[in-house]
């Protein structure tokens, strides 16, 4: 299962093999190399294409979980084209 940060709801969130994604590092502290960050965290997560992340996140499962994260963080999510 892919795990929410703010607790409560992960448990309804499909699996992995239902829609595709990985999850490839979630980092709790995330070393700064260059740049500033003001984020304390970084989930980083892989699908096959766009249309399976759109229908992942545009589930019903995901939208109910996310908003207990949306209450209690202040989130951002980037969608970036990978390596085939």
């Known amino acids: 299962m892919i795990q929410d940060s703010a607790g409560g709801g992960a448990d309804r ?7 595709g994604e ?3 590092r ?3 502290r995330p070393q700064v190399v260059e740049g500033s960050w ?7 997560m892989s699908f096959p294409d766009e249309s399976e ?12 979980i996310s908003k207990d ?8 999510v980037l969608l970036v084209k990978g390596l085939a």
């Open 53 to 64: 992340f759109r229908l992942w996140s545009e589930s019903a499962e995901y939208q109910e």
């Open 69 to 76: 994260r949306d209450a209690g963080a202040d989130t951002v």
């Open 22 to 24: 990985q999850l490839f």
């Open 13 to 19: 969130l499909r699996r992995p093999e239902q829609v």
């Open 38 to 44: 003001d984020r304390e965290k970084v989930v980083l």
């Open 26 to 28: 979630c980092e709790e």
